[in-house]
């Protein structure tokens, strides 16, 4: 009997350690401005989560996928572009999971008097976009189905706030963003889209990247807020009022831009599969090419389709 009681109480106390320790749990995500701690926040989808989620919110995919690398976050989310660029510059960490979209979300905005109308009047132009993300990506896209060189259209590295800023004075002839920052422009800055990243020039995946760190030290976490970011997701598509409505108080936006943000283009949780890493191998070569990746990677390599999954919770 005492041996009976010796067993329960240490499987009390193993119990009662083991759910401190989940409920001390805090999963540090990285988030871009309009991201997915708006989103849900709107779904309620944080709730009653067994983990502790701190959020940090970046401007851009680079400097998210910087504080990744100096361990300032366990997670973060980023375009297919910028993932390619800071896993090939050495960030040790994985895909976890993916969504995809149609691409339009991404596009090259000129001021309404432009003389840029179509895709062909951008050569010869600047276009101010940051480097290495989707943006960036999108101007090479246009670079490749023109037949141009990349000499044809000229960069400007800018965040971007700078970008913004630069299209204003005409220090820029273009600026190539994504999300918010496409949605402000036209409704705030009453900027005109010339091109976007449908038909086949983008593939619409954005991912959550984790450390590797993390993946090993915190998967249990990290499943709960994937399968419930894809809950989130699902739940937006059928409820656009209401996430308009609380996107459009935690970006500090007006609700017609925090609608447009996601009327344009709405990413849907979909497992990582060998369409995904295909067309993540596609952005690679992309890069590649245009030397902005020195060599080639394998983008089966990149990703960890293990936590496939949680996107069914």
């Known amino acids: 009997m005492n041996t009976r009681r010796s067993l329960l109480a240490g499987l009390s106390a193993s119990f009662l350690i083991g759910s401190a320790r989940a409920q001390s749990m805090v999963l540090r995500v990285g988030d871009q401005k309009g991201g997915a701690q708006s989103?849900?926040?709107?779904?309620?989808a944080l709730a009653g989560m067994k983990s502790r989620v701190e959020w940090s919110q970046f401007s851009a995919a680079a400097p998210l996928l910087e504080a990744l690398n100096a361990d300032a976050i366990d997670?973060?989310?980023?375009?297919?572009?910028?993932?390619?660029?800071?896993?090939a510059a050495g960030v040790p960490a994985r895909i976890v999971s993916s969504t995809r979209a149609s691409g339009a979300s991404t596009a090259i905005t000129v001021p309404d008097g432009s003389p840029i109308r179509s895709m062909a009047d951008l050569k010869g132009r600047t276009v101010g976009t940051n480097r290495g993300s989707v943006g960036h990506s999108l101007v090479l896209a246009i670079i490749e189905a023109q037949g141009w060189t990349a000499s044809d259209i000229k960069i400007a590295n800018l965040l971007p706030?700078?970008?913004?800023?630069a299209l204003a004075i005409g220090a820029v002839d273009a600026w190539s963003s994504w999300g918010v920052y496409v949605a402000q422009a036209r409704l705030v800055d009453r900027a005109r889209?010339?091109?976007?990243?449908?038909?086949?020039?983008m593939t619409g995946l954005s991912y959550l990247v984790a450390s590797d760190t993390v993946i090993a030290q915190k998967r249990d976490a990290l499943l709960e807020f994937t399968g419930r970011l894809a809950t989130a997701r699902r739940w937006a598509a059928t409820h656009q009022d209401e996430y308009a409505a609380v996107l459009a108080t935690e970006v500090g936006v007006?609700?017609?831009?925090?609608r447009l943000i996601f009327e344009r283009?709405?990413?849907?949780?979909?497992?990582?599969?060998?369409?995904?890493?295909?067309?993540q191998q596609k952005t690679i070569d992309r890069y590649v090419a245009a030397r902005v990746v020195r060599s080639r990677l394998d983008a089966r390599r990149m990703f960890d389709a293990s936590f496939n999954g949680a996107i069914d919770l």
Request: net charge negative.
């Open 265 to 279: 283009d709405t990413p849907m949780p979909v497992p990582i599969d060998e369409q995904v890493i295909q067309d």
């Open 161 to 165: 706030s700078e970008a913004r800023a």
């Open 39 to 44: 989103l849900m926040k709107a779904a309620g």
């Open 193 to 201: 889209i010339v091109v976007d990243g449908r038909n086949n020039l």
């Open 75 to 87: 997670c973060g989310f980023a375009g297919d572009a910028p993932t390619t660029f800071a896993l």
């Open 254 to 258: 007006s609700s017609a831009v925090a």
